[in-house]
């Protein structure tokens, strides 16, 4: 790409990104918040709308009363390309496809027990080309792969400590696939969802958390998407809570995630159902195989105090820990996203712990906390975020 083109390209991308953010926009709202001159953003703009990218919604804003000049909106073009999102994680394979907005059109999952793990990269391949073929009206622009752990671009492997994901590589799938695939961290992938897909709630800084099977937290800044050069940032479920506390597979004592993350809570509860003679989790299931989240906040309401005690520390070491978290980082919001949380109860709880270890800042009381409805296609939802960030604002070919 030659330097001219490099140019137009670096340009575009921040008038695209500037649009997405501020739907809808005039060129003069584009060219201060770009800070590029008039004629560049109507030269750009005008180049944008001939390729599609961008449309004038057929509405006008005048800004000054009187005879003064209407200046015409303009928005992206939701119907540009469609995108696929796919996110891999303990429970199966996720995939959702979205307009460039990131409206909708169809979701579907394969749990992860209908399919051999050791064969991920032909599941994929089918996966996608099927998806494909049975929207040929649509054009793809490209694909995004949300992935648990990290992804490393040198091996074009996952990095995690679940053994399943050591099959998966992205080589064998883009031999197959011959779209623009790109591939990050799930949670990343959420956080850029929310700012790409919701920019009237979502500011230009904050934290995503999600607590799963593990926890992981996202640092968002908008400066920086997707620029971490280490993978371990943001692996707040292995800050260390309780020096006393149980081992952790990572092989420390008393990390977060052993108090708080889904993975933890269930083997607790199947603790309980295998040593405890007289608990409430065992007029509610059958055995160990049928213990769940929802089974477990029933045990927490009928008074299993062994429940009880667990997920009322969790969420003190929860709050301590995303506290401490605000006190060296200065988000503008905080993203929780977790089933356990949708119960009714916890997110008070939890809010109102955080909000106390803070009051001493004055610019952190009262800190806009959102705890996400529950949704498992998020995470692939984020996918399709990525590949419309990576391929349609700044025109990268592949990420992987």
Same mark, same amino acid.
């Given at each position: 790409?030659?330097?001219?083109?490099?140019?137009?390209?670096?340009?575009?991308?921040?008038?695209?990104?500037?649009?997405?953010?501020?739907?809808?926009?005039?060129?003069?709202?584009?060219?201060?918040?770009?800070?590029?001159?008039?004629?560049?953003?109507?030269?750009?703009?005008?180049?944008?709308?001939?390729?599609?990218?961008?449309?004038?919604?057929?509405?006008?804003?005048?800004?000054?009363?009187?005879?003064?000049?209407?200046?015409?909106?303009?928005?992206?073009?939701?119907?540009?390309?469609?995108?696929?999102?796919?996110?891999?994680?303990?429970?199966?394979?996720?995939?959702?496809?979205? !307009?460039?907005?990131?409206?909708?059109?169809?979701?579907?999952?394969?749990?992860?027990?209908?399919?051999?793990?050791?064969?991920?990269?032909?599941?994929?391949?089918?996966?996608?080309?099927?998806?494909?073929?049975?929207?040929?009206?649509?054009?793809?622009?490209?694909?995004?792969?949300?992935?648990?752990?990290?992804?490393?671009? @040198?091996?074009?492997?996952?990095?995690?400590?679940?053994?399943?994901?050591?099959? $998966? @590589?992205?080589?064998?799938?883009? #031999?197959?696939?011959?779209?623009?695939?790109?591939?990050?961290?799930?949670?990343?992938?959420?956080?850029?969802?929310?700012?790409? $897909?919701? *920019?009237?709630?979502?500011?230009?800084?904050?934290?995503?958390?999600?607590?799963?099977?593990?926890?992981?937290?996202?640092?968002?800044?908008?400066?920086?998407?997707?620029?971490?050069?280490?993978?371990?940032?943001?692996?707040?479920?292995?800050?260390?809570?309780?020096?006393?506390?149980?081992?952790?597979?990572?092989? #420390?004592?008393?990390?977060?995630?052993?108090?708080?993350? !889904?993975?933890?809570?269930?083997?607790?509860?199947?603790?309980?159902?295998?040593?405890? #003679?007289?608990?409430?989790?065992?007029?509610?299931?059958?055995?160990?195989? !049928?213990?769940?989240?929802?089974?477990?906040?029933?045990?927490?309401?009928?008074?299993?105090?062994?429940?009880? !005690?667990?997920?009322?520390?969790?969420?003190?070491?929860?709050?301590?820990?995303?506290?401490?978290?605000?006190?060296?980082?200065?988000? @503008?919001?905080?993203?929780?996203?977790?089933?356990?949380?949708?119960?009714?109860?916890?997110?008070?709880?939890?809010?109102?712990?955080?909000?106390?270890?803070? @009051?001493?800042?004055?610019?952190?009381?009262?800190?806009?906390?959102?705890?996400? *409805?529950?949704?498992?296609?998020?995470?692939?939802?984020?996918?399709?975020?990525?590949?419309?960030?990576?391929?349609?604002?700044?025109?990268?070919?592949?990420?992987?």
């Amino acid at each position: 790409m030659c330097k001219k083109e490099e140019t137009i390209r670096l340009i575009s991308g921040n008038i695209l990104e500037t649009i997405f953010r501020h739907q809808t926009s005039s060129r003069t709202s584009i060219s201060k918040a770009t800070g590029l001159t008039p004629a560049t953003v109507t030269n750009t703009i005008n180049l944008l709308v001939s390729n599609n990218k961008v449309i004038e919604t057929g509405d006008e804003v005048r800004v000054v009363k009187g005879s003064g000049r209407s200046r015409r909106l303009i928005t992206i073009n939701k119907n540009f390309k469609h995108y696929i999102g796919i996110e891999i994680n303990a429970t199966g394979i996720f995939l959702t496809i979205t !307009d460039t907005l990131g409206n909708k059109v169809k979701n579907s999952k394969t749990n992860i027990d209908d399919y051999n793990y050791k064969k991920i990269n032909d599941v994929l391949i089918n996966l996608i080309a099927n998806t494909i073929k049975k929207f040929p009206e649509l054009r793809f622009g490209g694909i995004g792969i949300s992935v648990p752990g990290h992804f490393e671009h @040198q091996t074009g492997r996952i990095i995690s400590n679940n053994s399943k994901w050591e099959f $998966f @590589q992205i080589s064998e799938i883009k #031999k197959k696939i011959h779209l623009p695939i790109f591939l990050e961290n799930n949670i990343n992938c959420m956080a850029v969802a929310e700012y790409l $897909f919701h *920019p009237e709630s979502s500011p230009e800084q904050f934290l995503f958390i999600h607590i799963g099977p593990g926890l992981f937290c996202s640092f968002f800044d908008n400066h920086s998407i997707l620029k971490k050069k280490n993978f371990y940032i943001g692996e707040i479920g292995h800050t260390i809570v309780d020096h006393n506390g149980p081992i952790c597979e990572c092989g #420390k004592r008393g990390c977060l995630q052993t108090y708080i993350s !889904d993975t933890w809570l269930i083997k607790n509860a199947e603790f309980l159902f295998e040593n405890a #003679k007289n608990t409430i989790i065992k007029t509610l299931v059958a055995s160990p195989a !049928d213990l769940n989240l929802e089974v477990i906040y029933h045990s927490y309401l009928l008074g299993d105090s062994f429940i009880i !005690d667990k997920i009322e520390s969790g969420i003190q070491f929860l709050a301590t820990s995303i506290a401490n978290t605000l006190i060296i980082y200065d988000s @503008q919001k905080v993203y929780i996203n977790s089933q356990l949380f949708n119960y009714p109860g916890f997110s008070e709880k939890l809010i109102t712990l955080i909000n106390e270890q803070l @009051q001493f800042i004055p610019t952190k009381r009262n800190l806009n906390i959102d705890i996400l *409805p529950f949704n498992p296609y998020r995470g692939a939802s984020g996918a399709a975020a990525l590949a419309v960030y990576n391929n349609l604002i700044w025109e990268n070919n592949s990420q992987a």
